[in-house]
């Protein structure tokens, strides 16, 4: 069985410093890992994945994310925050083959100016 | 483009009736999903569809009925709805089972 966890219901951070958003994950055989953005009243939009390759990731809006397989972790990170990503962020696991994406419970962003 | 669309944005039920949520994808995808979000349990699967003609369940389908008769509509059928429904649902599609791409969400309440 597949599963992810997201620690922290909620990060608070100032506008203008680093911010991570933590993801750990557990599933058989190598991991296909999905980090989501949702803005208030609205559905989800993708903003980046790992498959294979390079451990780190970068996707939309600045952010990037680190793959650590010993550690089974996929932080979402983006190097200066900024007031408009306060938002809802979904981490997301699959094994290979058609299993379908699992979601944590979200992480609730709230960026300080 | 539209991407994906859901019918209706809102919907109020009593105990006990039926309603039919309509999910329209316009990017000729082959996989379509029906989760549900609720207050501090993420999203959760219900049921989804690898392809016209089939579903499958995913981890909350209780309750809840799928049909997928054209590619580009996946239908979610509540049969007798219970207050337990009330909920945030999310229709979404993919092209492979892979970066999905998601509508703007149904809320209902069942009263």
């Known amino acids: 069985a597949q599963s992810v966890a997201q620690p922290e219901d909620q990060v608070n951070v100032a506008e203008g410093n680093p911010l991570t958003v933590k993801c750990t994950y557990s599933?058989?055989?190598?991991?296909?890992l999905f980090w989501y953005v949702q803005y208030p009243n609205r559905g989800l939009q993708f903003l980046l994945k790992?498959?294979?390759?390079?451990?780190l990731v970068k996707g939309s809006y600045g952010f990037e994310a680190e793959f650590n397989k010993s550690q089974t972790s996929f932080h979402l990170k983006k190097p200066s925050a900024l007031v408009s990503d306060s938002a809802l962020y979904f981490c997301a696991v699959r094994s290979s083959g058609n299993t379908p994406l699992v979601f944590g419970k979200g992480t609730r962003l709230s960026v300080i100016a | 483009n539209a991407g994906v669309t859901q019918t209706p944005k809102f919907r109020v039920l009593k105990t006990g009736q039926s309603m039919t949520l309509l999910c329209a994808q316009d990017m000729n995808h082959e996989y379509m999903y029906w989760y549900r979000q609720d207050p501090g349990m993420g999203l959760r699967l219900i049921h989804y569809?690898?392809?016209?003609?089939?579903?499958a369940k995913g981890e909350v389908p209780d309750g809840y009925n799928v049909s997928r008769l054209k590619k580009q509509n996946f239908l979610l059928g509540l049969e007798s709805a219970a207050p337990s429904q009330t909920s945030v649902y999310f229709c979404?599609?993919?092209?492979?089972?892979?970066?999905?791409?998601f509508g703007p969400g149904t809320r209902l309440t069942v009263l």
């Open positions: 979404a599609s993919s092209y492979e089972i892979d970066t999905q791409y």
């Open positions: 790992y498959i294979t390759g390079d451990n």
């Open positions: 599933v058989s055989g190598n991991p296909y």
């Open positions: 569809s690898v392809g016209e003609g089939t579903t």
